[in-house]
């Protein structure tokens, strides 16, 4: 292992034994799920790298947090610290606690989309353009072209083009448009970072005409690592100071604290605004709970308000980047094609170059992740056809230039040995990947198909 990639910053205190399964296995397993690895038992898989949500492992302090959770039903001490902690990191006035960033993302869209409305956001995510639509919205992708290669290595292909914002703005009229949705980094980009640069002009852009940029700041800590190693003028202020300057260009956020709060289970909606603070208030109580838990036991928003300050050292934030970028540097010099530069939060290999005898409409992600299961017991994700869905217009599928497998890295789990294994699985793969063919769907739920759609290989 070359000395550019550090250490842990932490020492392992529990162990959790992990699955020893035969190919025979993994082939039975992979059929019984319909060749869809979400349908897969943990109990199944050597390495988990479906997703980084939820999936984290709490310090020895979140734990201990645990037990000191206040579970009255209302005014918990613990909502009061994470109230805190999310005012001094986050610098927003007002949080509500949600079970999840879904829960944020439902009571976001519920109160400030009307049907007709048009949301503009820097790439879409799943479970966030879904209540966009569901509240009669629609969602206009107006990230940067480069976004949408994988090959360009400009360092913030998450950033938003403010020509396409400021077409749209004309073209529908800024009443149109209730806030705009900047990811902080871009998941289905391939983890990409939005420049410190770019939110400034956007809020500036949108405080001309009047309207609210509300970020989803699920992943806003590796953001601000970014914006320290590539940006000019950064690489001496500290992670907590450039989360709060980003958050200053924002009216409000949605929040999964599963991700970067560190936490298994939490999220947080935030504004400063006191009326869609009201509004919010009086909506959380009947999808989420009273507005101090918001579906959260007192326990987890203690959790999370810790994870918040641990998520902010510098050391924690380093490795567990530079543990995505380990796992791409082994692949890209075996020549595997994968999203460049490398995102915050995991490795996205480009299953259309990776399969280029596939065509897209026969699922090549969703096949490769399926075959990297057989071949290794490692799980990914599809993130290309089947995740992006239908037009609900035309009922056609949307057809992403991004045909992604997603190898995304849960925080403090694994170590530089198992990224050994699921690189060289991935190596061996490629090497073979004339003989793959692609799938045929046999099963398609109507919302957020990928979850638990059905494959069959065709021969
Ligand atoms: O899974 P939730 O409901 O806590 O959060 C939804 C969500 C919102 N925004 C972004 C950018 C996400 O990545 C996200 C959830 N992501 C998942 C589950 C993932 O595997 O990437």
Same mark, same amino acid.
């Given at each position: 292992m070359n000395s550019c990639y550090p250490a842990e910053p932490y020492k392992i205190k529990v162990v959790e034994p992990i699955a020893m399964t035969t190919r025979a296995e993994r082939e039975r397993c992979i059929a019984e799920a319909g =060749?869809?690895?979400? /349908? /897969?038992?943990?109990?199944?898989? =050597?390495?988990?790298?479906?997703?980084?949500s939820g999936t984290t492992a709490m310090s020895d302090n979140q734990w201990a947090g645990m037990m000191l959770g206040d579970e009255a039903y209302a005014g918990s001490r613990n909502f009061l610290h994470l109230q805190e902690v999310v005012r001094q990191y =986050?610098?927003?006035?007002h949080v509500v606690p949600t079970h999840q960033g879904r829960g944020a993302e439902n009571l976001l869209s519920r109160i400030c989309i009307k049907p007709g409305d048009y949301i503009p956001g820097n790439m879409y995510f799943t479970t966030t353009r879904a209540h966009q639509e569901l509240n009669g919205g629609t969602f206009v992708d107006v990230i940067v072209d480069e976004a949408h290669d994988s090959q360009s290595v400009s360092p913030f292909k998450g950033n938003i083009d403010l020509e396409k914002l400021q077409k749209l703005v004309e073209e529908v009229g800024a009443e149109r448009i209730p806030y705009v949705c900047l990811a902080v980094t871009v998941n289905l980009a391939g983890g990409q970072p939005v420049s410190m640069a770019n939110m400034r002009a956007v809020k500036a852009l949108c405080s001309r005409f009047g309207i609210k940029v509300m970020y989803d700041a699920t992943r806003c800590v590796e953001n601000a690592y970014f914006v320290k190693t590539r940006e000019g003028g950064y690489a001496d202020k500290t992670i907590a100071a450039i989360l709060k300057e980003m958050m200053g260009y924002a009216d409000g956020c949605t929040m999964s604290g599963k991700k970067d709060c560190l936490v298994n289970i939490g999220g947080f909606l935030c504004m400063n605004d006191d009326d869609l603070y009201q509004q919010a208030t009086e909506l959380v109580v009947l999808y989420e709970g009273m507005p101090s838990y918001g579906g959260l036991a007192g326990r987890d928003m203690e959790a999370m308000a810790r994870g918040i300050v641990e998520s902010v050292d510098y050391y924690y934030i380093h490795h567990r980047v530079q543990q995505c970028q380990y796992l791409a540097d082994k692949l890209i010099a075996a020549g595997v094609p994968i999203v460049?530069?490398?995102?915050? #939060?995991a490795v996205f290999i480009d299953a259309r170059a990776f399969l280029s005898h596939v065509p897209q409409d026969q699922f090549p992600a969703q096949t490769l992740a399926a075959q990297l299961y057989v071949e290794s017991g490692v799980r990914s994700m599809e993130r290309g056809i089947v995740s992006a869905g239908?037009?609900?217009?035309?009922?056609? #599928? #949307? =057809?992403?230039k991004l045909e992604l497998v997603r190898l995304t890295i849960p925080r403090r789990v694994y170590t530089y040995s198992h990224l050994d294994v699921v690189a060289d699985a991935c190596i061996d793969l490629y090497r073979r990947r004339e003989r793959i063919a692609g799938m045929e769907m046999l099963y398609e739920p109507k919302v957020l198909r990928f979850f638990t759609a059905r494959f069959r290989p065709l021969r």
């Open positions: =060749y869809n690895t979400f /349908l /897969l038992r943990s109990d199944q898989c =050597y390495i988990d790298l479906l997703t980084d =986050y610098g927003f006035k460049q530069p490398t995102g915050g #939060h239908r037009d609900k217009k035309t009922g056609n #599928h #949307h =057809y992403p």
